[in-house]
């Protein structure tokens, strides 16, 4: 009897993230839900679709904690998946759509993926990564933003959709792991950070209250949702509260601006490298932003000087940085509007469910202005890493979860980060912050975009090296830039070279590849090589 009332007990407290779309559709059903090229959903469509989705998927087979990998770009499939494999208690691997087949096979075999859903740019190397082994037992064809021909040989979600609308019939717990996002691993063989719908849900909480949002938002949902800023910091939220979401695999600066536009969005999240292209595309200007009230940016600092200049020609919109990674699903800091000046270059403080500290070696709290490595401790937090007991240990070191990043505290609690651990530069003896740089070099008109890195040397072991992007029309030269930085810093963080170039390599996620610029400048091409050019026009 005990047991029994038990189990009633925990079907009625039952609260996971396929809940959230459901709960949504019985507040509002004919509210609309998903936006997404000709194809619209309320909350009461989608929350059908689901189901009958979900049904098909535990038709293939697919049962309470099998994994369902998912390889794609932006689209109302997508979305629906997302919630449908939460729904029946499976688990949600998404896949960077940039990696390679045999990157795609490791993450495969190493989550033990069952089935693998490929949108329409990506059948290819989806048949080809499965066909390397592993247990995925079948391909799943996903619609994507605009009209295609479903291939010969996939199930396709519509024959997923062939299935029967009723409620279905599955208990899942808040404990019970909800996706794996594996980390990119620049360093190693990437690692899958196991998330549990209660990790995720209590940051959904902590994005809405610290963020701001609201179930009247219009959300423009144009970064990879397969990263989990974009899926779990935005998506989610979104139907958490019933707000209407517009979806769009294509996060090129013409195609945001358009459709703010026509869609009357009013919360948009992007990294600073998007927010640039935008200020800097000829449509910016000519573009009705009027709707926009939400701006959000993170994956990295938004330099100072654009945030200056965001918030000169977009006065009405309030921003918010959200400073974060995997591992905490991914919202750790927030920093919010009021304080975007007055702390201009601050991740700000933790979000509501998170305590951060920063640390020294022995993990005690450095002093103001010290530098030290951001710990934190959350239910957000990731459960483990995915069949590795070994790295899952290290992480948790002390009791905390240690993020690897490097950060000061000042005087009123809030954090900025200095960098990354690999992209501390080490220069003569002296550690340079690659930021620090960035931010000097951004203050000049002509720069558009800027990474810094630390380049092999025989003199200084690492070379301080500013790889810059030019505005067009301006004009810039090397001796103009080290003058520049020398006159404001210290001399060994002045750049020992700097390079122009036309474009910095980015992920899809917006986020600036330093590995990539470090191997093709140490690698293939070197400096002595590299094009280095003033830009007269």
Known sequence: MADEIASTIRAAREHSIGDLLRRSAKRDPDKTAVICGDVTWTFAEMDAICNRLGRGLQGLGVSKGDRVAVLSRNSHAFAALRFAVARIGAILVPINFMLNPDEISFILANSGAKLLASGPDFVEPARAATAKGGAVEKLIWLPGEDRATPPGGMTTFDDLLNSDASALEASVDGRDPAQIIYTSGTESLPKGAILTHEAVMWQYVSCIIDGGMAAGDTFLHALPLYHCAQLDVFLGPAVYLGATSLITGKPVPDNILSLIEAHRITSFFAPPTIWIAMLRSPAFDNTDLSSLEKGYYGAS?????????????????????????????????????????????????????????????????????????????????????????????????????????????????????????????????????????????????????????????????????????????????????????????????????????????????????????????????????????????
């Open 301 to 537: 600092i938004m330099p100072v000087e654009v945030l200056l200049e965001l918030q000169r020609r977009l006065p009405k919109v309030k921003f918010w940085n959200f400073y974060g990674q995997t591992e905490i699903a991914p919202l750790a800091t927030v920093l919010k509007p009021e304080d975007q000046l007055r702390k201009a270059g601050s991740a700000g403080k933790p979000a509501i469910n998170v305590e951060t500290r920063v640390v020294n070696g022995e993990m005690l709290d450095v002093k103001v202005g010290e530098v030290g490595e951001i710990v934190h401790r959350s239910p957000h937090l990731l459960s483990g890493y995915y069949n590795d007991p070994v790295k899952t240990a290290a992480a948790f070191a002390g009791g905390w979860f240690h993020s690897g990043d490097l950060a000061t505290v000042d005087a009123d609690g809030y954090i900025t980060i200095v960098d990354r651990v690999k992209d501390m530069i080490k220069t003569g003896g002296e550690n340079v912050a690659s930021r620090e740089v960035e931010e000097m070099i951004y203050r000049l008109p002509a720069v558009s975009e800027v990474a810094v890195v630390g380049l092999p040397d025989p003199r200084w072991i690492e070379a301080v090296t500013a790889i810059i992007v030019v505005k067009s029309g301006g004009k810039l030269d090397e001796e103009a830039v080290v003058k520049h930085c020398a006159a404001g810093m210290a001399h060994f963080k002045v750049p020992k070279r700097v390079v122009f170039v036309d474009s910095l390599p980015k992920n899809p996620s917006g986020k600036l590849l330093k590995r990539e610029l470090r191997q093709r400048f140490v690698g293939g091409e070197t400096l002595d090589k590299a094009i280095q050019k003033n830009f007269a026009t």
